[in-house]
């Protein structure tokens, strides 16, 4: 991406990381639905040869503490960094940080935000979509960093 500005880099690469942390995390509500119509019969028999096997199979990894609290701080706690994000803007944002974390062929185009978007009904261009993004990174970065100056001072009361 080679911005010239570093804070605005370094602040996409945050939203991409916990964009990645948030689709990792494990939906409870939908297991706990989904534990009542399943039963445990499958994972107790499973025959190597018709059954799928078991070498196929990974296990979910598990979030560490550090990925919790960066998943939280930008997407889930009440004053998250999400919130600071106009409403109007949050679907824009959505669209942009689901297509750079799982490009299609051919890698990440703003023409395929803008037909996310619904093209021409959005009333908007690709280049304004994309100036719209880069002026919400640059307003997070402020606020990151404004965050970030006010947890320095606590910790040094």
């Known amino acids: 991406m ?12 945050m ?4 964009w990645e942390l948030l689709m990792r995390s494990p939906d ?5 639905l989904a534990s009542g119509v399943r039963s445990a019969w ?3 028999v499973r025959d190597r040869v018709t059954d799928y096997a078991d070498d196929e199979a990974r296990p979910r990894l598990q979030l560490s503490r550090r990925e919790v609290a960066l998943r939280d701080r930008v ?3 009440p004053d998250c960094l999400a919130m600071e994000i106009a409403p109007a803007l949050r679907p824009l944002v959505a669209v942009v940080l689901a297509l750079r974390v799982r490009p299609e062929a051919g890698g990440f185009t703003w023409s395929r935000v803008w037909e996310a978007l619904g093209g021409r009904e959005s009333g908007c261009t690709s280049d304004g979509l994309r100036m719209r993004y880069e002026r919400v990174l640059r307003s997070l970065a402020l606020v990151e960093v404004g965050r970030s100056a006010i947890d320095r001072d606590a910790l040094s009361l």
């Open 75 to 77: 997407f889930i706690d």
């Open 42 to 44: 499958p994972q107790i």
């Open 15 to 18: 939203l991409l990381e916990a």
């Open 28 to 32: 409870r509500e939908r297991g706990w």
């Open 2 to 13: 080679a911005r010239k500005d570093q804070a605005i880099e370094a602040i996409e690469e």
